[in-house]
Nanobody, 128 residues
Framework: QVQLVESGGGSVQAGGSLRLSCTAS????????MAWFRQPPEKERAGVAL???????IYRDAVKGRFTISRDDDRKTLYLEMNNLKPEDTAMYYC??????????????????????WGQGTQVTVSS
């Protein structure tokens, strides 16, 4: 059963914007921790933005000031607004979730092992 479905990826020029969406099942959307990860070509997957059930948000330094993570509880959808995109943002983007608070550890949240539910990914390509 597919529980997370990403959409919104595409190809843009540097400086452009995209908004990614991740629709979740009701059960998964009640997760304590939800995040966006990305995996550039030939590199490891790592977290870029985290949103915690209590409203706290953490960003990876490389995207601070350019990316915004948010959630719409009525639509059960997680978003990632990406502005001023750079070629180094090119990657497959995944949303992830975990029901327990330990996944939101400020030290561990960027690691794929912290999350147990994943979407299939959506490709973002930024050209210079």
């Amino acid at each position: 059963q597919v529980q997370l479905v990403e959409s919104g990826g595409g190809s843009v020029q540097a400086g452009g914007s995209l908004r990614l969406s991740c629709t979740a099942s009701e059960y998964v959307f009640r997760s304590f921790c939800m995040a966006w990860f990305r995996q550039p070509p030939e590199k490891e997957r790592a977290g870029v933005a985290l949103i915690i059930r209590d409203g706290r948000i953490i960003y990876r330094d490389a995207v601070k000031g350019r990316f915004t993570i948010s959630r719409d509880d009525d639509r059960k959808t997680l978003y990632l607004e990406m502005n001023n995109l750079k070629p180094e943002d090119t990657a497959m983007y995944y949303c992830a979730a975990h029901p327990q608070p330990f996944a939101c550890s400020p030290i561990k949240w960027t690691e794929i092992s912290s999350f147990n539910t994943w979407g299939q990914g959506t490709q973002v390509t930024v050209s210079s």
